[in-house]
């Protein structure tokens, strides 16, 4: 679910710069009750019911604000989708250290991978015999 977890740190990372200069939403935002989970799970249930695509920023934005702000607020269920976020979320050092060493990691896989590969003898030659001059017809 990428894009489900660039969706919701898009969300979140709204949320807390929203806290930040707001200081009455900041108190609703902080709530122990609430969760960015069930958050992400009511805006989505929200854009299911709607029947609709597409949103702007602020018709999401403004739905995960609501559920901070009610007290009693229908979430709904949990689904598994995957979401489409139109927005660059900047990663911290250590998600881009990770990147790096998984992408280091990958590559080196592949890369004896294809050393291993590179002296066995191909399926295709052991199953074809070599011609002879006899079946050249010279």
């Given at each position: 679910m990428k894009g489900t977890e660039?969706?919701?740190?898009t969300i979140h990372m709204y949320l807390e710069q929203r806290a930040?200069?707001?200081a009455l939403f900041a108190k609703k935002y902080r709530n122990p009750a609430k969760n960015m989970d069930e958050c992400v799970t009511?805006?989505?249930?929200?854009?299911?019911?709607?029947?609709?695509n597409g949103f702007t920023d602020g018709e999401i934005f403004g739905q995960a604000i609501h559920y901070y702000e009610e007290?009693?607020?229908?979430?709904?269920k949990p689904m598994d989708c995957q979401v489409v976020v139109?927005?660059?979320?900047?990663?911290?050092?250590?998600?881009?250290a990770e990147a790096r060493q998984n992408a280091v990691?990958?590559?080196?896989?592949e890369e004896l991978r294809k050393l291993q590969n590179r002296h066995r003898p191909s399926a295709r030659k052991e199953n074809q015999p070599q011609p002879s001059?006899?079946?050249l017809g010279l």
């Open positions: 660039h969706f919701k740190r930040e200069e707001d009511h805006i989505l249930n929200y854009v299911q019911k709607s029947g609709c007290n009693e607020i229908e979430v709904g139109n927005h660059v979320v900047e990663l911290t050092a250590e998600e881009k990691r990958k590559y080196q896989e001059l006899f079946d």
